[in-house]
Antibody, heavy 118, light 107 residues
Framework: QVQLQESGPGLVTPSETLSLTCTVSGSSISYYYWSWIRQPPGKGLEWIGYVYYTGSTKYNPSLKSRVTISVDTSKNQFSLKLSSVTAADTAVYFC????????????WGQGTLVTVSS | EIVMTQSPATLSVSPGERATLSCRASQSVSSHLAWYQQKPGQAPRLLIYGASTRATGIPARFSGSGSGTEFTLTISSLQSEDFAVYYCQQYNNWPLTFGGGTKVEIK
């Protein structure tokens, strides 16, 4: 069973860059596609993008200009960077796995709340 | 972008009763539709994929149907642990998109 755990700062200053890491256990990071999804407080889910172990990525056009997702196969981790954040980026950020690049999300991390505030 | 619309926003149901949740896509997503359950403070849990296939460990009281643009999640006999928010998600087109959710609450 794949297990995922998000980590990173819970508070980010406006205009700065949000950085999160997801550590994968129970599976090699080479076996799946890996995504980030976010959920503003009290609202619905928004897919941010995915990365494959080769480094191939795809992003949601709504965030594409500000997002970078990367993978570190040696650490079995993948990461999210979101630049120029505003209060609208305050959300719980989840990492999740997909079996193929266009698929349902079968395993999820517990999520981490990131607040954008000065 | 495919817009996923769920209805109703809130569904009040008594334990033991049947719940029927709807999800409509703004254009056809074939059978590339998943359902998730989310409880407060938790991550979503995959219930159904391929519109009608239960994920591993999901009880048989959960069933999904539909194709194209109209989909339904049915919970045949609601248990106390089923009161939660349910989301649909399409994976037929980029970007992957979710519906706004249906909250199933105790009547």
């Amino acid at each position: 069973q794949v297990q995922l755990q998000e980590s990173g700062p819970g508070l980010v200053t406006p205009s700065e860059t949000l950085s999160l890491t997801c550590t994968v256990s129970g599976s090699s990071i080479s076996y799946y596609y890996w995504s980030w999804i976010r959920q503003p407080p009290g609202k619905g889910l928004e897919w941010i993008g995915y990365v494959y172990y080769t480094g191939s990525t795809k992003y949601n056009p709504s965030l594409k200009s500000r997002v970078t997702i990367s993978v570190d196969t040696s650490k079995n981790q993948f990461s999210l960077k979101l630049s120029s954040v505003t209060a609208a980026d305050t959300a719980v950020y989840f990492c999740a796995s997909l079996f193929t690049m266009m698929d349902s999300f079968d395993s999820w991390g517990q999520g981490t709340l990131v607040t954008v505030s000065s | 972008e495919i817009v996923m619309t769920q209805s109703p926003a809130t569904l009040s149901v008594s334990p033991g009763e049947r719940a029927t949740l709807s999800c409509r896509a703004s254009q056809s997503v074939s059978s590339h539709l998943a359902w998730y359950q989310q409880k407060p403070g938790q991550a979503p849990r995959l219930l159904i994929y391929g519109a009608s296939t239960r994920a591993t460990g999901i009880p048989a009281r959960f069933s999904g149907s539909g194709s194209g643009t109209e989909f339904t999640l049915t919970i045949s006999s609601l248990q106390s642990e089923d009161f939660a928010v349910y989301y649909c998600q399409q994976y037929n087109n980029w970007p992957l998109t979710f519906g706004g959710g249906t909250k199933v609450e105790i009547k």
